[in-house]
């Protein structure tokens, strides 16, 4: 009998980078895709059972963290990162036929998108209205209906390909030609990724008090054990103002003994640190180890501790059997 086809959910609709994603995972060809309308949507599915896992956007090297993934998994229900994908971004002005670039007064696309196309539109589309949509490939779709309230749309040239009824404008139009989106696959619990030697470690962590040197506490539990953070971004808890966790990725895999050990700190000191998972690099970039924080020498540290405790309590053991002598 053969085996059920896992089953994927990803920001839709179909068109968009996030299903760009979604295919560079093995077997996703094959697998149940569900389009949803935003992150949380997608999410939810996961947490309810209903898909096996999310493809959903995490940070974009124009504009940095993606803030509504960033808080769907920090709260709620625990969730795992499983692994991430790499997609280089390209964005194109698309409208319907007969409609000129100089007519053009609202434009509609996603908000990273748009931040990332604002000096294009700037300088090719002076004044032109933002109207938000919840992906390109939505706002490329809602352009096709009767109603559509804006007169062209920034969205991936795969969607422009696959719609006869939308015409190309301009090509090309991202203000950083080398932008990448970076997106995670989003699972519940289970089977931890299996360490590569080229792994990074999600973690979300309170600030416990809000104090001098409260940050550098956390920082410190990496830096003093030699582990690198890639990313580290701070989001409001929206109890109260002022009140911030903190989002991190870090070099390495939990079952790397200074990864292990830097997270068991931040556990001590904020006790609501939440682990998000530990899962291979897209680039497959190994981490640069100090002889001093290779897990050889945490070995051999917990081993000479180790001994001197034995040899205390055998010291001990010797002392209080003694006895005097008559």
Known sequence: MPAPRPTYTFLGPEGTFTEAALMQVPGAATAIRIPSSNVNAALDKVRDGSADAAMVPIENSVE?????????????????????????????????????????????????????????????????????????????????????????????????????????????????????????????????????????????????????????????????????????????????LGHYFFSIDADGHVADARVADALAGLHRISPATRFLGSYGRADEQSPVVEPHTSDEAFRAAHAWVGEILAAETLGSEMAANASPTA
Request: glycine share 8%; aromatic share 4%.
């Open 64 to 240: 940095g963290g993606v803030t509504a993934t960033l808080d769907a998994i920090a709260t709620g229900q625990e969730l795992r990162i499983i692994r991430e994908a790499l997609v280089p971004i390209s964005f194109v002005l698309v409208a319907r036929p007969g409609v000129d670039i100089t007519q053009i007064r609202r434009v509609s696309t996603h908000g990273h998108a748009w931040a990332q196309c604002r000096l294009w539109v700037d300088a090719n589309i002076h004044g032109a209205e933002y109207i938000p949509a919840s992906s390109t490939a939505a706002a490329a779709m809602e352009l096709l209906e009767d109603d559509a309230h804006y007169d062209a749309a920034i969205c991936a040239p795969i969607v422009a390909a696959e719609q006869p009824g939308l015409r190309v404008l301009a090509e090309n139009i991202g203000d950083n030609p080398g932008a990448v989106t970076r997106f995670v696959l989003v699972s519940r619990p289970g089977v931890l990724p299996a360490r590569t030697g080229a792994d990074k470690t999600t973690v979300v962590v309170p600030l416990p008090e809000d104090r001098p040197g409260a940050l550098m506490e956390i920082l410190d539990q990496f830096a003093t054990r030699g582990v690198n953070l890639s990313r580290i971004e701070s989001r409001p808890t929206g109890q109260y």
